[in-house]
């Protein structure tokens, strides 16, 4: 049973906005570090966007920083990604993590200090 599942990918055209979700399956991760990652087609994965378990810290790649917000829903146990002023480059596979800490304010941006993921969704910018 994969532990995350994300939704809410789809088409939007350049300049359009889009919200991602991630909600656990199976378990609890209210107390986990969560991110985002995406990959697009012959590209490696790259980080996007983290927040603290507490949801009081987050940090943005360049790309999207001041486009993207990612946040936590009341219960913990989601994460979403707005995104807003989307690009033809935002176009790839979103994926959800979540990583271990005992810290609220906590967050990660690299692949390896998460230690669950989800299996991804597909969004897309047409131009």
């Known amino acids: 049973q994969v532990p995350l599942v994300e939704s809410g990918g789809g088409l939007v055209q350049t300049g359009g906005s889009l919200r991602v979700s991630c909600a656990a399956s199976?378990?609890?991760?209210?107390?986990?570090?969560m991110g985002w990652f995406r990959q697009a087609p012959g590209k490696e994965r790259e980080f996007v966007a983290a927040i603290s378990w507490s949801g009081g810290n987050s940090y943005y790649a360049d790309s999207v920083k001041g486009r993207f917000t990612i946040s936590r829903g009341n219960a913990k146990n989601t994460v979403y990604l707005q995104m807003n002023s989307l690009k033809p480059e935002d176009t790839a596979v979103y994926y959800c993590?979540?990583?271990?800490?005992?810290?609220?304010?906590?967050?990660?941006?690299?692949?390896?200090?998460?230690?669950?993921w989800g299996q991804g969704t597909q969004v897309t910018v047409s131009s």
């Open positions: 993590a979540a990583g271990r800490t005992y810290y609220s304010t906590t967050y990660y941006t690299t692949a390896e200090e998460f230690n669950y």
């Open positions: 199976g378990r609890t991760f209210s107390s986990y570090a």
